[in-house]
């Protein structure tokens, strides 16, 4: 399917299995993930409770579907680390397991089905390549910093620090949508976020998965949401 060209939100007999908006003081994080109600600026967020993945499961009641689309909008909080938790632990870390700091998306079960990653970088400049997204310098080849072989080319990537990450919480520049990379990045192009499209192997009736993952705690790192749109057709 040509992501650059992606209308699930409005035709084409998508259906809509998770619409979550936090700027919409009526709804509520799903359950188990930690509400972060920040007044300066005035922002709603869902987070990770704790160290490691928590998930919500958005049903697809039983309708096939072979295509999923759709867009994830969150915040850095701290400093997460893209895909150096698989990258410092290869022999140990699988899909199932806490292999970026940012969001899985996922379906199936044992091992999960890959559908697309969102990945939170620390920074632009770090010099720690591996806790950087791959996008940030292509010049300088940022293999250290590559995405597992299962995910293959399906992720975006991007931090919300242009300078040295500070513990912090970075409002100013929402990840993944699109906007605000710098001069030397190509991660607001890679993939054309913020929308995403999928086809998937074969077809299937199976729910979607949705996990914010980190392999430190949350007063080192997270990364909540505020948007979360999804689609199957």
């Given at each position: 399917m040509n ?26 994080c ?23 993945c ?13 295509r ?10 701290m ?8 990258n410092?632990?290869r022999t ?26 969102f ?6 400049v ?13 010049d ?11 995910i ?8 919300g620090?242009?300078?040295v ?10 990840v ?33 998965e ?6 430190q ?9 505020e ?5 199957v057709?």
């Open positions: 992501r650059t060209s992606c209308s699930c939100n409005t035709t084409g007999g998508w259906m809509r299995v998770a619409n979550l908006d936090m700027t919409d003081s009526n709804q509520n799903p359950d188990g993930f930690r509400l972060v109600n920040r007044t300066t600026p005035p922002l709603r967020t869902c987070g990770r409770p704790g160290p490691g928590v998930s919500t499961t958005y049903p697809t009641y039983g309708v096939e579907h072979s999923v689309c759709g867009r994830v909008i969150g915040y850095q909080d400093s997460p680390n893209a895909f150096a938790p698989y410092l632990n140990l870390i699988s899909i199932d397991g806490v292999y970026v700091d940012g969001v899985s998306l996922t379906y199936g079960q044992s091992p999960r089905q890959h559908i697309w990653t990945a939170n970088a620390i920074d632009e770090n010099l720690g390549i591996v806790y950087s997204c791959p996008c940030t310098r292509p300088l080849n940022y293999t250290g910093a590559a995405p597992p072989l299962f293959g080319q399906d992720y975006f990537c991007e931090t620090s242009r300078q990450w500070s513990y912090i919480f970075y409002p100013d520049d929402p993944w949508d699109g906007q605000g990379c710098g001069v030397n990045s190509t991660c607001c192009e890679f993939n054309n976020p913020p929308w995403f499209c999928k086809q998937l192997p074969q077809p299937t009736t199976d729910n979607i949705l996990r914010i993952c980190g392999n705690d949350i007063n080192d790192e997270d990364t909540p949401l948007i979360v749109e999804i689609f057709q």
